[in-house]
């Protein structure tokens, strides 16, 4: 593997670890959220969004972002032709063979895979984001059950409000996606006029990632609500999300400097969806998630000796 690929592996294994870091959620609450609240409490999702970003423990996380994207940038030419390369060599399309399964007219509602690349794409669609919403929802309303009907409205709020704010970002940052490139790298056309981003979008709308955004989105909502699942969760995290990036990058649909900014956005529009209920109890805040933060205390030995124990739980 080459070494701007290597980065790039390397990379994720960073944003995704970072990601890990959530504010636990407990799991259950004694407020009901309404599907007014999808609406209602949007405002809301946006400020709190603010709040954690722009909280000091935060920091930390944008500057490995901003790290990450600007040391990615750089290599995303020579990382997107070695990505095609690796395609290649294992029999995998480097093509975007999505497909129109629903329309209203002119207008394509649903596109469907076709082969296993798109496959991968389509992971990270919106309609997979609100087929999932729909279920914890459709789940919760079935079984009278608060918890699943808090994590679907907090899904539809969360994608709401994200894919608003990326859509303003990629209006203002105008960067070409690999398929479209007429530069290495693609170029950056900041703020294009609204008629020429409709025309032509992989144009401009390659930075951040949506796709990774939302999928992102989700999984840091779905494993705040059910933490006692966190051991699945998480290294599902990680698969789902490598597998979408692989994909995206093999089909010429964003470049790997797209990534980091649409994780930290997920990250933190996933938080702030969870503030949308008051919790019974909540864990602290300023503990992180046991991946990162091993048990060290001291322990009888078997002799009577005084010994140090660790304990790293994941």
């Known amino acids: 593997m080459r070494g701007p690929l290597k980065f790039f592996f390397g990379s994720f294994v960073v944003l995704f670890i970072l990601s890990q870091c959530i504010d636990a959620h407990a799991s259950e609450s004694d407020e009901r959220l ?3 609240d999808i609406a209602f409490k949007l405002p809301k999702v946006y400020g709190d969004t603010f709040d954690i970003g722009t909280d000091k423990e935060n920091l930390a996380k944008w500057a490995i972002t901003g790290a990450l994207t600007a040391g990615l940038i750089p290599y995303d030419e ?8 690796l395609g290649r060599r294992w029999n995998i399309s480097t093509v975007d063979n999505l ?8 207008i394509t509602v649903l596109r469907g895979p076709t082969d296993f690349s798109s496959g991968l794409y389509f992971l990270g669609d919106g309609w997979v984001q609100l087929t999932t919403a729909s279920a914890f929802l459709l789940t919760g309303y079935a079984l009278d059950a608060t918890r699943p009907i808090n ?8 994608l709401t409000a994200s894919t ?19 530069e290495r790298g693609g170029a950056w056309r900041p703020f294009p006029s609204y008629n020429a981003y409709q025309k032509s979008r992989t144009t401009y709308d390659a930075f951040p990632s949506g796709h990774v955004m939302v999928s992102t989105l989700t999984f ?9 699942f966190e051991s699945i969760l998480f ?4 698969v789902y999300l490598t597998a979408l990036g692989f994909g995206m990058l093999n089909n010429g649909i964003h470049w790997a400097g797209d990534y980091p900014l649409g994780i930290m956005l997920g990250y933190l529009f996933g938080r702030a969806s969870l503030r949308m209920v008051d919790v019974k109890e909540k864990l602290s805040a300023d ?25 790293w739980e994941f």
């Open 34 to 36: 309404s599907i007014l």
């Open 220 to 228: 840091t909502i779905i494993r705040g609500n059910y933490p006692e």
């Open 99 to 106: 497909k129109p399964l629903i329309k209203v007219g002119k």
């Open 78 to 85: 020579e990382i997107y032709l070695e990505t095609q390369r």
């Open 164 to 182: 608003i704010a990326s859509q303003v970002l990629k209006r203002i940052s105008g960067r070409e996606g690999p398929a479209a490139r007429t």
């Open 151 to 158: 994590t679907g409205i907090e899904l539809f709020t969360g």
């Open 235 to 238: 290294p599902a995290q990680v």
């Open 287 to 311: 503990k992180p998630t046991a991946l990162l933060d091993p048990d060290i205390f001291p322990a009888i030995g078997a002799e009577g000796s005084l010994t140090t124990n660790f304990k």
